[in-house]
């Protein structure tokens, strides 16, 4: 059983399409994250859900939009996609919101856009 | 600004000899470290953490060593073995709008060789 799930794994599409990023864990954490991996293969974090509320929500364009339907489960949307956006996406959950609290990364999506 | 360096992108060790990977931070807030490891297409594990108060963490192989005054920590692997050809990230906590968030390094490739 895998702890944090991603779908899909991969991702192509084309600037100005909208897609989805799911994420699932099964590990009943309370907390859920999203990262970017950019080229210069920095992980840098986007958002936060604690108990499906949002609590960090970084410098990212309102074209990326988080939804945590329940606490098992946070996606991504992403509107009008553009260039820059290609990476890879990573989805983290760890039980709470402590500093010692560890993170359980999915495998990643990589999203390419052209 | 990189508040966390990982200077060396790479480093190739032989198999049996000791790996030293290092890492700078700029903020003298940061008060817990964490080390996580990436295999390819998979998401970064948690490997070792170590706390501000502390100048060392040690579990099985691996060893952390957190120099304060020097913002400077490294993470020690002896003996190397071919498994632990990764990526190693390293990561900060940063206390930021009344959260935890993690800050990473862009990585060091570590390749381990027979």
């Known amino acids: 059983d895998t702890a944090v799930s991603q779908t899909p794994k991969y991702l192509v599409t084309q600037m100005g399409n909208d897609k989805s990023i799911k994420c699932e864990q099964n590990l009943g954490h309370d907390t859920m994250y999203w990262y970017k991996q950019d080229s210069k293969k920095f992980l840098k974090i986007m958002f936060s859900?604690?108990?499906?509320?949002?609590?960090i929500n970084e410098t990212v364009p309102n074209r990326f939009s988080p939804k945590s339907p329940d606490k098992a489960h946070l996606n991504l949307h992403i509107n009008s996609l553009e260039l820059g956006d290609s990476a890879v996406y990573f989805c983290?959950?760890?039980?709470?919101?402590?500093?010692?609290?560890?993170?359980?990364f999915g495998p990643g999506t990589r999203l390419t856009v052209t | 600004d990189q508040q966390v360096k990982q200077n060396s992108p790479s480093l190739s060790v032989q198999e049996g000899r000791i790996s030293i990977l290092n890492c700078d931070y700029t903020n003298s807030m940061f008060d817990y470290f964490l080390w996580y490891k990436k295999y390819p297409a998979e998401g970064p594990t948690f490997l070792i953490s170590i706390s501000s108060i502390k100048d060392k963490n040690e579990d099985g192989r691996f060893t952390v060593f957190l120099n304060k005054s020097a913002k400077h920590l490294s993470l020690h692997i002896v003996p190397s073995q071919p498994g632990d050809s990764a990526v190693y990230f390293c990561a900060a906590v940063k206390f930021s709008g009344g959260y935890n968030k993690l800050i990473f390094g862009a990585g060091t490739r570590l390749a381990v060789h027979p």
């Open positions: 983290a959950s760890s039980q709470d919101q402590g500093y010692s609290d560890e993170q359980y």
């Open positions: 859900y604690n108990n499906k509320e949002l609590i």
